[in-house]
Nanobody, 123 residues
């Protein structure tokens, strides 16, 4: 069992940056693929970024490439999402998730979810 707790969300102006963190419990964190998803009001939850257990493979949705960076520290059991050049359309609740089998872009592949952290980007 893994528990995930996101932090680092908040209100930022367009063009600004935020760094989200996701702290995990459980001894097997270092074996899990990790992902970030987001859900804007009235929209489906969408994939943002994914990272393999050893950090060797990274995946991003096209609209986030070059602006967002996913990373992890297995010693601290934490995964991060650095978000730069934020836009109003990035406003959403951001969720981290853990995948026991690997890393993918479908939310159906993920086994554990955090409660989410709100990111609001003002224009």
């Amino acid at each position: 069992q893994v528990q995930l707790v996101e932090s680092g969300g908040g209100l930022v102006q367009a063009g600004g940056s935020l760094r989200l963190s996701c702290a995990a419990s459980g001894r097997a964190f270092h074996t899990y693929g990790m992902g970030w998803f987001r859900q804007a009001t009235g929209k489906e939850r969408e994939f943002v970024a994914g990272l393999s257990w050893n950090g060797a493979s990274r995946y991003y949705t096209d609209s986030m490439k070059g602006r967002f960076t996913i990373s992890r520290d297995n010693g601290k059991k934490t995964v991060y999402l650095q978000m730069n050049s934020l836009k109003p359309e990035d406003t959403a609740i951001y969720y981290c998730a853990a995948d026991r089998q690997g890393v993918g872009s479908s939310r159906m592949e993920y086994d554990y979810w955090g409660q989410g952290t709100q990111v609001t980007v003002s224009s």
